[in-house]
């Protein structure tokens, strides 16, 4: 089975419903002319097949999007779609971003146009970047003269978000002047924020967030900066106490932010005293958040049972400012073995003796504007 077609079958099931033959009963034989009718229903093209002019429809749900795309959205073309220039007219019916997708079984590749035929792009099967659009905008899609089968899905995507919902994605057009964007935080959490910029040629991202005080908006973290060419976008990671938040976009009016948002509400379940230390057990995790206002150092424990491998301890830190600072003792002993420090985003490791007993591990903050995750892990070395 050819790749067009092996993208196209979600769009042929959803077709069949429209072109189901109905039976006459296991003993009642179909006539010579009902079998004629049959034999040239199988040629019949669906309508939504060869179009040459289609229309992108604004979603703002990706259930919505997908019942479209299977029930005749995504549009199907073959070697009799013969219009002037072999080019499909693109609609567009409501503003947004447009996002459009193309696949051709083609050695040459599809290129699309604006309403002036202007090259937008050369090749439709690598377009990745939205376009900002105006419901009556024009657009072309010209396949290549040896074309024998070729796909195209077109959107058009809500923009111009106002709150951050959890879990999920939003997409915000530059203004050249900054734009916000509430969330609420009822419990203390975890909070990911990834932001990518969809345009290459957009220039760069600014993200940063708020915490209204005495109502006053201040600052919590760092201002982050998010490369045009970062395509998978930044992870900006927070610990945050219960309160009012606003995420800050900052870009060109060429630029257009994907933002996700994740809240995970987190437990205050640690421990500030050496003799009530948390016990992590063997190829086990423990973690947590610290938020601005939490200060104090809290404590861990490991216990090594078998010394046939050596046993060690794996940090790391999910923050968008500061650090952690992890400490290992052993019981018994006031000198500490080691001491690391985690600042960036790469992991470090802390070997334990290659002795029997229990370590406790002192975990503190580095800088007062430290917020956010780190971790323990506990297994072998």
């Not at 080019?87 to 997708?101: Q, R, S």
């Not at 309403?115 to 937008?120: L, S």
């Not at 530059?174 to 975890?190: A, C, D, L």
């Amino acid at each position: 089975m050819k790749k067009i077609w092996k993208k196209a079958i979600c769009m042929f099931l959803s077709m069949c419903l429209g072109f189901s033959i109905i039976g006459y009963g296991s003993n009642v034989q179909a006539s010579d002319k009902q079998k004629e009718i049959r034999k040239a229903a199988k040629n019949i093209e669906p309508e939504e097949w060869n179009q040459e002019e289609i229309k992108a429809y604004q979603f703002d749900s990706e259930e919505e999007l997908v019942q479209y795309m299977l029930t005749g959205g995504m549009k199907y073309y073959n070697k009799k779609f013969q219009p002037a220039n072999k080019m499909v007219k693109l609609v567009i019916a409501d503003e947004g971003i447009l996002f459009l997708e193309g696949s051709c079984e083609s050695k040459s590749n599809m290129i699309l146009y604006d309403a002036q035929k202007r090259k937008v792009s050369h090749n439709l099967d690598e377009y990745i970047h939205p376009v900002k659009v105006k419901k009556g905008d024009i657009f072309y899609i010209k396949f290549p003269k040896n074309m024998e089968e070729a796909l195209i899905q077109a959107y058009v995507w809500k923009s111009n978000f106002s709150n951050l919902k959890n879990r999920e994605e939003e997409f915000q057009e530059g203004k050249g002047t900054p734009t916000y964007h509430g969330f609420n935080i009822k419990r203390r959490s975890f909070v990911e924020i990834n932001i990518a910029p969809l345009s290459s040629k957009g220039g760069t991202i600014y993200a940063f967030i708020q915490k209204k005080e005495h109502g006053t908006w201040t600052l919590v973290g760092k201002t982050n900066s998010i490369n045009q060419k970062a395509k998978k976008g930044k992870g900006c990671f927070y610990g945050l106490e219960k309160g009012s938040y606003r995420l800050v976009l900052k870009s060109s009016v060429s630029q257009v932010a994907k933002v996700g948002y994740d809240r995970t509400s987190v437990k205050k379940s640690v421990a500030y005293k050496k003799s009530k230390a948390k016990n992590i057990k063997f190829k086990d995790i423990k973690e947590n958040i610290y938020t601005t206002k939490e200060k104090a150092s809290r404590w861990y424990k490991v216990s090594v049972k078998s010394v046939k491998k050596q046993k060690c301890l794996e940090l790391f830190r999910a923050a968008e400012d500061g650090g952690f600072k992890f400490t290992v003792y052993q019981k018994g002993k006031k000198k500490a073995l080691e001491t690391k420090s985690v600042m960036g985003n790469k992991d470090k490791k802390i070997y334990l003796p290659k002795r029997k007993g229990t370590y406790y591990i002192k975990v503190s903050k580095i800088g007062k504007r430290t917020n956010g995750a780190y971790g323990i892990y506990f297994g072998n070395k």
